[in-house]
């Protein structure tokens, strides 16, 4: 039997990199290949691994509201902006302990199903296991890689691997951090100290959609992958 996981999808920020297309609307109703950022990222969750959505609005979140009215998914509104620890946090009555499935809303992705690939590796000595590529299969993206992978799949900072945006994590540590509004970065160093954060190197292809050159990069992409 399948185990299943609440999702979370991060829709709250400001997007201010993706200006001036975010004067109008948030980041995830912006459109690459005919459909909005937040729906290529609602289909990835379309697997049966991914039981309750969940996605939180801040910025233009009416806007959020509408595109989602009566499609079964929840929405966890924030008054002020929490970041993606903070918002985790936030929303844990609608998504329960955990673990859960966290997603950011702003690439599109190319390959077998990341959502399925994370959900299959996940094993219970694990804090957070984290979906990663490296940097020749991340478009859109400049510089190095995010975190460095030893051969358990222990994760520690580096940059060999860019994170895709995707995680499924464990929850708890999330209540013992002071300040309402923090990055997710804030738990995975606890977890690094630990030996808790793992990677899963996946063999897709993944665009950052963050600022509005990186749209035809990313459509491109998804053009190719269709041929």
């Not at 996981?5 to 297309?21: H, I, Q, V």
């Not at 009416?62 to 929303?91: K, P, W």
């Not at 940059?159 to 002071?178: A, E, F, P």
Request: with cysteine; charged share 20%; proline share 6%.
């Amino acid at each position: 039997m399948t185990r299943t996981y609440a999702a979370l999808l991060f829709a709250a920020g400001k997007g201010t990199r993706m200006a001036p297309l975010t004067d109008t609307r948030p980041k995830p109703l912006i459109t690459v290949a005919g459909r909005t950022l937040l729906d290529h990222a609602l289909d990835l969750t379309n697997v049966p691994c991914i039981g309750k959505r969940v996605v939180n609005a801040h910025y233009k979140g009416a806007m959020i509201h509408d595109h989602l009215r009566g499609r079964g998914v929840a929405i966890s509104d924030e008054v002020a902006l929490l970041e993606t620890g903070g918002g985790l946090r936030h929303a844990l009555p609608l998504l329960g302990d955990g673990p859960v499935v966290t997603l950011n809303t702003d690439a599109v992705w190319c390959g077998p199903n990341p959502v399925q690939t994370l959900c299959a590796g996940w094993t219970p000595a694990m804090e957070a296991l984290l979906l990663l590529v490296p940097t020749s299969r991340m478009r859109g993206h400049s510089g190095p890689g995010d975190f460095a992978r030893a051969a358990d799949g222990r994760l520690t900072r580096g940059q060999d691997y860019v994170y895709t945006g995707l995680q499924l994590t464990r929850t708890n540590r999330v209540h013992g951090v002071r300040v309402p509004a923090f990055s997710l970065n804030v738990i995975w160093d606890q977890m690094i100290a630990h030996g808790g954060l793992y990677g899963l190197v996946w063999d897709g292809l993944i665009c950052d959609v963050g600022r509005p050159e990186s749209i035809p990069q990313a459509e491109a992409m998804l053009k190719e992958h269709d041929v």
